[in-house]
């Protein structure tokens, strides 16, 4: 080649390389582009699904058509899958610019069945499981069931549980799952023992804790079971049990120890008492100008000499701070000021009353109420929103909703307003059943067999309403009742309620008339104060006396007689007690006067008192007081007819029957007495042996009583002895419709006429 050639090729070569880099670098850019679009998703292909239709398995995915199918994105919509609980197995490939999805779908759930169950009813058991009946089957489900069950066995005692699973397949990717259960022998609480309680007794602590022994009715109540949560819950109930009772710094701690050779658990409370304390001297002190703090002195609960008591200290501080915010001191706050003489094992107390922070309230949540309308609720506050903010009206507030018996639990908390002056107050409620549907069936020795269908509902449509619709019926007669109340009429501290009625009582050889009776009357109740209530009432009533044994009864002159009488009348009724059901401390008093007329022209007044008091705190005795006296007006000037008198029997003297003292002929006949006075003294107590959850007490008591006073004039008394007495032993038990008792009496002093009755089984009340 020559010298020229060889220049020519160099120059060529130079220009190719500046002419074709830039081609190959746009070369390059085209081929990435082409391997870009080779990754990117055109088509999605779903396979292997057979209930599950193909867009709800792609909704699954985390790619669509157009992205980019990478290794993450795959990854990502394959677990994606997975997480629905739809698939067994899942699939994702991608090749061709496709993405392939494949999956095998889980079983339909066709139904879930229960073996060897016998704590637990088929019903419920399925509501602790997840797999319900056409819900989708997967083994993370299946062992989670397993363990919910097994859960709820353990927590009622059954330590030996096992539980395990058959699993059918059926037709069309359908699955029945069966439950086996293995409940073994339920675990006991052996013993309950308490060391270091030298001041209460080991059945006064036990009465109190809700871990309770085992004993031979626990197979019916099921009242034994262990559980740490229980246990610790008892931990705490014995410490306030201790502060509320002389002992502020008592220390209590528990153990349970299950020994499995005897299937059961041995549980140990072990207390430091501390010592023993008193209130002191007793002050107040404020700061506000104007406050009387004499009137707050009636609401101290904190006697000097008496025990300490942590529960008396607060409620005399809510008390009093209540008290202050009527005198119209909305921010008064009270804080006890507690000094310690240990010397003399004392406290001092001084209750400073002084202006609390000027908070006002924002907002009120009432939350948790499903079925109980709000107002419901928040008419039980003494506040609203915009009202100063005082912390012991708010406790006050809480004290009265939890007293209305709708709920299980009732927690009030506070949080920050929008401004450094505003709190929002929350309420939160758990509703309990307030409805009490079903029938009941007893046997009375007044009565004979009697029987009870009733609907009531203390919170009809949640708007605080009682309701109550019953048929009762005995051998001798039936009845028929329809109440209503409105608590707040027309949104009133007032309460309203009528009542309608009927009562048929068959002609026995001890009754000698029948009568059928009819009739109803209007109710208006009004708080008087917290513990003085006035109801008045007026109704219409009618009233037919049958007799067809021969001879007709002496005052009637004939065999049928139809009375009408319109009443009118008012109770005056004054409660300390603690409990309206099931009344340890406190006094019942009441008074009541009604005029009938029409067919009738009387007043009937009748007065009633009952005290009751504990025998050594946390005993379980109470002692108790009972006195009632009645007598009617006539002003017609022939008498009251003898329907209309007083008939007593074991309600005034026990061990008589029903209408078996008081004024008769010689034949024996009622004629009813216008005037009565009783009084009774009993002490009930826990029966030896037998834990209180069983519901049942003993009780030992006297009864004495004066009935005298012919209704009807012209009739002749043959009874000479006004006054009965009785002694007598009394078994309690609460029982499922209502706390029945067995008397048994013995007669101390009767008339030769009266009618008696050794045994009697009834319904307990007040009166």
Same mark, same amino acid.
């Given at each position: 080649?020559?010298?020229?050639?060889?220049?020519?090729?160099?120059?060529?070569?130079?220009?190719?390389?500046?002419? +074709? *880099?830039?081609?190959?670098? $746009?070369?390059?850019?085209? =081929?990435?582009? &082409?391997?870009? @679009?080779?990754?990117?998703? %055109?088509?999605?292909?779903?396979?292997?699904?057979?209930?599950?239709?193909?867009?709800?398995?792609?909704?699954?995915?985390?790619?669509?058509?157009?992205?980019?199918?990478?290794?993450?994105?795959?990854?990502?919509?394959?677990?994606?899958?997975?997480?629905?609980?739809?698939?067994?197995?899942?699939?994702?490939?991608?090749?061709?610019?496709?993405?392939?999805?494949?999956?095998?779908?889980?079983?339909?759930?066709?139904?879930?069945?229960?073996?060897?169950?016998?704590?637990?009813?088929?019903?419920?058991? +399925? *509501?602790?499981?997840?797999? $319900?009946?056409?819900?989708? =089957?997967?083994? &993370?489900?299946? @062992?989670?069931?397993?363990? %919910?069950?097994?859960?709820?066995?353990?927590?009622?005692?059954?330590?030996?549980?096992?539980?395990?699973?058959?699993?059918?397949?059926?037709?069309?990717?359908?699955?029945?799952?069966?439950?086996?259960?293995?409940?073994?022998?339920?675990?006991?609480?052996?013993?309950?023992?308490?060391?270091?309680?030298?001041?209460?007794?080991?059945?006064?602590?036990?009465?109190?804790?809700?871990?309770?022994?085992?004993?031979?009715?626990?197979?019916?109540?099921?009242?034994?079971?262990?559980?740490?949560?229980?246990?610790?819950?008892?931990?705490?109930?014995?410490?306030?049990?201790?502060?509320?009772?002389?002992?502020?710094?008592?220390?209590?701690?528990?153990?349970?120890?299950?020994?499995?050779?005897?299937?059961?658990?041995?549980?140990?409370?072990?207390?430091?008492?501390?010592?023993?304390?008193?209130?002191?001297?007793?002050?107040?002190?404020?700061?506000?100008?104007?406050?009387?703090?004499?009137?707050?002195?009636?609401?101290?609960?904190?006697?000097?000499?008496?025990?300490?008591?942590?529960?008396?200290?607060?409620?005399?501080?809510?008390?009093?701070?209540?008290?202050?915010?009527?005198?119209?001191?909305?921010?008064?706050?009270?804080?006890?000021?507690?000094?310690?003489?240990?010397?003399?094992?004392?406290?001092?107390?001084?209750?400073?009353?002084?202006?609390?922070?000027?908070?006002?309230?924002?907002?009120?949540?009432?939350?948790?109420?499903?079925?109980?309308?709000?107002?419901?609720?928040?008419?039980?506050?003494?506040?609203?929103?915009?009202?100063?903010?005082?912390?012991?009206?708010?406790?006050?507030?809480?004290?009265?909703?939890?007293?209305?018996?709708?709920?299980?639990?009732?927690?009030?908390?506070?949080?920050?307003?929008?401004?450094?002056?505003?709190?929002?107050?929350?309420?939160?409620?758990?509703?309990?059943?307030?409805?009490?549907?079903?029938?009941?069936?007893?046997?009375?020795?007044?009565?004979?067999?009697?029987?009870?269908?009733?609907?009531?509902?203390?919170?009809?449509?949640?708007?605080?309403?009682?309701?109550?619709?019953?048929?009762?019926?005995?051998?001798?007669?039936?009845?028929?009742?329809?109440?209503?109340?409105?608590?707040?009429?027309?949104?009133?501290?007032?309460?309203?309620?009528?009542?309608?009625?009927?009562?048929?009582?068959?002609?026995?050889?001890?009754?000698?008339?029948?009568?059928?009776?009819?009739?109803?009357?209007?109710?208006?109740?009004?708080?008087?104060?917290?513990?003085?209530?006035?109801?008045?009432?007026?109704?219409?009533?009618?009233?037919?006396?049958?007799?067809?044994?021969?001879?007709?009864?002496?005052?009637?002159?004939?065999?049928?007689?139809?009375?009408?009488?319109?009443?009118?009348?008012?109770?005056?009724?004054?409660?300390?007690?603690?409990?309206?059901?099931?009344?340890?401390?406190?006094?019942?008093?009441?008074?009541?006067?009604?005029?009938?007329?029409?067919?009738?022209?009387?007043?009937?007044?009748?007065?009633?008192?009952?005290?009751?008091?504990?025998?050594?705190?946390?005993?379980?005795?109470?002692?108790?007081?009972?006195?009632?006296?009645?007598?009617?007006?006539?002003?017609?000037?022939?008498?009251?007819?003898?329907?209309?008198?007083?008939?007593?029997?074991?309600?005034?003297?026990?061990?008589?029957?029903?209408?078996?003292?008081?004024?008769?002929?010689?034949?024996?006949?009622?004629?009813?007495?216008?005037?009565?006075?009783?009084?009774?003294?009993?002490?009930?107590?826990?029966?030896?042996?037998?834990?209180?959850?069983?519901?049942?007490?003993?009780?030992?008591?006297?009864?004495?009583?004066?009935?005298?006073?012919?209704?009807?004039?012209?009739?002749?008394?043959?009874?000479?002895?006004?006054?009965?007495?009785?002694?007598?032993?009394?078994?309690?038990?609460?029982?499922?419709?209502?706390?029945?008792?067995?008397?048994?009496?013995?007669?101390?002093?009767?008339?030769?006429?009266?009618?008696?009755?050794?045994?009697?089984?009834?319904?307990?009340?007040?009166?």
């Amino acid at each position: 080649m020559t010298k020229h050639a060889k220049l020519l090729s160099g120059l060529i070569l130079a220009l190719s390389l500046v002419f +074709l *880099s830039p081609l190959a670098g $746009a070369g390059g850019s085209l =081929f990435g582009v &082409e391997a870009a @679009q080779a990754q990117t998703i %055109s088509r999605i292909s779903v396979s292997g699904n057979q209930r599950v239709d193909n867009s709800t398995v792609i909704s699954y995915l985390t790619v669509r058509v157009g992205d980019a199918a990478t290794t993450a994105a795959i990854n990502a919509s394959i677990d994606s899958l997975y997480k629905s609980g739809l698939f067994s197995t899942v699939s994702v490939t991608f090749s061709s610019s496709t993405l392939f999805v494949k999956v095998a779908e889980n079983p339909i759930v066709a139904s879930v069945l229960f073996e060897g169950n016998q704590r637990f009813s088929d019903k419920e058991l +399925l *509501s602790m499981v997840d797999l $319900a009946s056409r819900g989708v =089957f997967t083994n &993370e489900r299946l @062992q989670t069931d397993i363990k %919910s069950i097994e859960l709820a066995y353990k927590n009622t005692g059954f330590t030996n549980i096992s539980v395990t699973a058959k699993t059918d397949v059926l037709e069309n990717s359908r699955v029945r799952i069966t439950f086996v259960i293995n409940e073994g022998n339920r675990a006991a609480i052996a013993a309950i023992n308490f060391t270091g309680n030298n001041s209460f007794s080991a059945d006064q602590l036990r009465n109190i804790i809700r871990t309770k022994q085992t004993g031979w009715l626990s197979w019916l109540f099921r009242d034994d079971t262990y559980t740490d949560d229980n246990l610790n819950v008892d931990k705490e109930l014995i410490r306030l049990y201790y502060a509320n009772h002389g002992f502020p710094d008592a220390q209590v701690s528990a153990v349970g120890e299950f020994d499995a050779s005897r299937n059961a658990y041995f549980v140990n409370f072990t207390i430091s008492e501390g010592d023993r304390y008193q209130f002191g001297t007793i002050g107040i002190e404020t700061s506000i100008d104007g406050l009387n703090t004499d009137a707050l002195k009636n609401d101290i609960k904190t006697y000097q000499g008496s025990e300490y008591s942590a529960s008396k200290l607060q409620d005399s501080a809510t008390n009093m701070a209540t008290s202050a915010a009527d005198q119209g001191f909305a921010f008064a706050d009270v804080r006890p000021r507690v000094d310690r003489d240990v010397a003399n094992h004392v406290f001092n107390i001084t209750y400073l009353v002084d202006n609390g922070p000027r908070v006002y309230i924002q907002r009120i949540n009432i939350l948790g109420n499903v079925k109980t309308r709000d107002f419901v609720i928040r008419r039980e506050m003494d506040f609203a929103e915009g009202d100063p903010f005082n912390r012991s009206i708010v406790l006050k507030a809480k004290t009265a909703i939890e007293s209305l018996g709708f709920f299980s639990s009732v927690n009030i908390t506070t949080e920050p307003g929008d401004s450094a002056d505003k709190v929002v107050i929350n309420v939160a409620v758990v509703e309990k059943s307030t409805g009490d549907y079903g029938a009941s069936v007893g046997y009375s020795t007044q009565d004979g067999v009697m029987g009870n269908l009733s609907l009531t509902e203390r919170n009809f449509l949640g708007r605080g309403q009682y309701l109550k619709i019953a048929f009762g019926a005995t051998t001798t007669g039936r009845t028929y009742d329809f109440s209503f109340t409105e608590p707040r009429f027309m949104g009133l501290k007032i309460s309203s309620g009528i009542d309608i009625y009927k009562r048929v009582n068959d002609e026995t050889s001890s009754s000698y008339f029948g009568t059928d009776t009819t009739g109803g009357q209007l109710r208006i109740g009004l708080p008087i104060t917290d513990m003085v209530n006035l109801t008045t009432f007026a109704g219409f009533e009618q009233k037919t006396i049958k007799d067809a044994s021969t001879p007709n009864t002496t005052w009637m002159g004939a065999p049928e007689l139809t009375l009408n009488k319109a009443f009118i009348g008012y109770t005056l009724a004054y409660s300390s007690l603690d409990s309206e059901t099931k009344p340890t401390s406190g006094l019942y008093a009441s008074l009541s006067q009604s005029y009938a007329g029409v067919d009738h022209n009387y007043l009937k007044t009748e007065a009633k008192a009952r005290y009751f008091m504990p025998i050594m705190d946390g005993s379980g005795f109470i002692a108790s007081v009972k006195g009632q006296a009645g007598v009617i007006n006539d002003f017609s000037g022939n008498g009251v007819y003898p329907t209309e008198g007083f008939f007593k029997g074991a309600d005034l003297v026990r061990g008589f029957a029903a209408g078996g003292m008081g004024p008769r002929s010689a034949s024996g006949e009622p004629f009813g007495a216008t005037m009565y006075a009783g009084l009774s003294a009993e002490l009930e107590f826990p029966m030896p042996i037998l834990p209180e959850t069983y519901g049942l007490k003993g009780a030992v008591w006297a009864d004495a009583g004066y009935l005298d006073g012919v209704t009807w004039h012209g009739l002749a008394d043959a009874t000479t002895e006004p006054l009965r007495a009785s002694v007598g032993v009394s078994v309690i038990w609460d029982s499922p419709f209502g706390p029945l008792r067995g008397d048994f009496a013995h007669i101390l002093r009767k008339d030769s006429l009266d009618s008696t009755q050794t045994f009697q089984l009834t319904l307990q009340s007040l009166f």
